[in-house]
């Protein structure tokens, strides 16, 4: 997946800063140093992977455990399913700009 669910602090409209999860793309979530993930749609843990040397495989998340019920997973079902132990389900994420 190019996109990944990040939990820091983020600016948010009228200027406050929270505590929160946040979808930003693989390529900035590579630049905040050991950040806490998950996948923005089934809320299951994930890898960061950069780039392949050859470009292959594009900065991305990976999910740690296959789920076939993640659109963001290379192998849906077409069901979507929440993991089978997700991260913060309750918790909404917001759609940072970064
Ligand atoms: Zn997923």
């Known amino acids: 997946m190019r996109i990944v669910d990040v ?3 983020f600016s948010l409209a009228g200027g ?6 946040a979808t930003i793309s693989a ?4 630049k905040i140093a ?3 993930l998950r996948c923005p749609e089934c809320k299951g843990a994930i890898g960061l992977f950069r780039r392949s040397e050859d470009g292959a495989t594009p900065n ?3 999910h740690k ?6 659109s963001l997973g290379d192998r849906f079902d ?3 399913r929440m993991a089978v132990n ?9 759609l940072a700009q970064s």
């Open 78 to 80: 077409g069901v979507h």
């Open 27 to 30: 390529d900035e979530a590579l």
């Open 86 to 94: 997700p991260i913060e389900p309750n918790e909404e994420s917001v």
């Open 16 to 21: 406050t800063r929270q505590y929160t999860w």
């Open 65 to 70: 455990a296959r789920n076939r019920g993640c």
């Open 7 to 9: 939990k820091q602090f």
């Open 34 to 36: 050991e950040p806490r």
């Open 60 to 62: 991305r998340g990976e």
